[in-house]
């Protein structure tokens, strides 16, 4: 035997010794999937129900692992869709018999459409994610790098979960409080379920009363008034000032360049202070004027950087071509850089005009008259114990809506300007 046989050998030996069990892992996927999903569920239905519906976290857990062994235990090729509804009866079966017919800790009588919907909502995730994540694994021992890829897929979807339910959850319960009333709300403050007994109008009331009572038809348009002169103010001074930065040569160039951002290590609420003298001595505060100098001027530096980087990636051949044809430097920019940054000046704008129409902190402070509130500022304005908690809620919700359809319209757009800035040959 030579010595390559034998290294070769000794290389097998010392991979059989690195593989690893896998139904280890998919004992341990279901254990973890079982329970996370069945809090979710949990908490989910305690908000449409409103009652308190605690998950049996063990049971599903118990569940989720005969799931996970039944997923890992058939080869690949015959884990069909039958096969994985029967996954799933399974383990609705032992999560209910393991908390003893209670699996969120409550008689199965007590809402039983929202317990059913709830565990067949987590059988069928729960087997969706295993099989999923357990597709390149089976029962027998495994390489370290198929088990790191099944643990690498369970974990992306987790990371998926998790920040779908943090983003989701806050807004939910903003939502569906400002639907309730406030008896409903003083009597239980879990129940965010939908109420139609008084008709599927009576939702809306917290809104009607916003925009007839709190006049917020009026704080929206000057909102939009202000949050779209800033933009303008920022681009028309960013776009000249980014491109010098990205073309053209001067002292200190790169200096500017790498500092621009600077201003964002002075935390803004020790800008108020000199700022709130300046504008009393000048007579800019307790106007919409004031903030269209602060709000420009703090969006500027962040609206330069980013522009600079795009500025530098079009070819430059394309300007020196527009100029050679007897195009100004500031024809090129019109007609050439503008039109190939479409995307940049769509993401830029979106950004200023997020940044104004949310920001609170210099218009608390500069705004006193309540007839040029910015919406921000009126929505705190209802945080008051004589105002209903619903009408603060449906403020929240106005606030954010415009915002929410705003950026599917500039994505949209974002990706028109990346076709019209295509070069063609």
């Not at 039109?339 to 500069?366: C, D, H, K, Q, R």
């Not at 500022?377 to 415009?402: D, F, K």
Request: aromatic share 10%; charged share 10%.
């Amino acid at each position: 035997m030579n010595a390559d046989t034998m290294a070769l050998r000794r290389g097998r030996r010392e991979e059989a010794r690195r593989r690893y069990p896998g139904w280890a892992l998919a004992l341990v996927l279901g254990l973890l999937w079982g329970a996370i999903l069945h809090l979710v569920g949990g908490v989910a239905i305690t908000l449409i129900t409103g009652i308190a519906m605690t998950p049996a976290i063990g049971a599903a857990a118990l569940g989720g692992a005969v799931a996970g062994l039944l997923a890992a235990w058939r080869p690949a090729e015959q884990r069909t869709g039958a096969y994985r509804a029967i996954v799933a009866l399974i383990a609705v079966a032992v999560t209910i018999a393991a908390s003893f017919a209670a699996p969120y800790s409550q008689p199965l009588d007590a809402a039983p459409l929202w317990q059913a919907v709830g565990l067949v909502a987590m059988a069928v995730a729960l087997t969706a994610i295993l099989f999923a994540s357990l597709a390149p694994l089976d029962f027998a021992r495994q390489t370290r790098r198929v088990m790191e890829t099944a643990l690498s897929r369970s974990l992306i979807v987790l990371g998926h979960l998790f920040f779908a339910v943090i983003v989701i959850l806050p807004f939910y319960v903003l939502v569906m409080t400002s639907f309730k009333t406030q008896q409903s709300l003083m009597a239980n403050p879990l129940d965010l379920s939908i109420d139609l007994s008084q008709g599927f109008g009576s939702l809306f009331d917290a809104y009607v009363e916003l925009f007839t009572t709190y006049d917020f038809g009026r704080y929206m348009l000057i909102s939009a008034v202000v949050s779209t002169l800033t933009v303008v103010i920022c681009l028309a001074f960013a776009v000249p000032g980014a491109y010098a930065v990205a073309r053209l040569n001067f002292p200190g160039r790169q200096t500017l360049s790498r500092s621009v951002l600077l201003i964002y290590l002075v935390p803004a609420i020790v800008l108020v202070i000199p700022l709130y003298s300046v504008f009393s001595q000048l007579g800019l505060r307790n106007t919409l004027a004031g903030l269209l100098i602060v709000y420009p001027a703090t969006t500027l530096p962040v609206a330069i950087y980013m522009l600079q980087g795009y500025f530098r990636g079009v070819p430059p051949e394309l300007e020196e071509a527009g100029l050679m044809d007897g195009l100004s430097r500031v024809g090129v920019i019109r007609k050439i850089t503008l039109p190939l940054s479409l995307p940049a000046l769509a993401s830029v704008g979106l950004y200023v005009f997020m940044i104004a129409w949310n920001e609170f902190l210099f218009a608390f402070m500069f705004l006193d008259d309540p007839k040029i509130f910015t919406l921000s500022r009126a929505v705190v304005s209802l945080n008051s114990s004589e105002v209903p908690r619903q009408y603060l809620m449906a403020g929240a919700v106005v606030t954010t809506i415009p915002i929410l359809f705003l950026f599917l319209l500039a994505e949209r757009f974002m990706v028109k300007g990346l076709t019209a800035g295509g070069v063609k040959g």
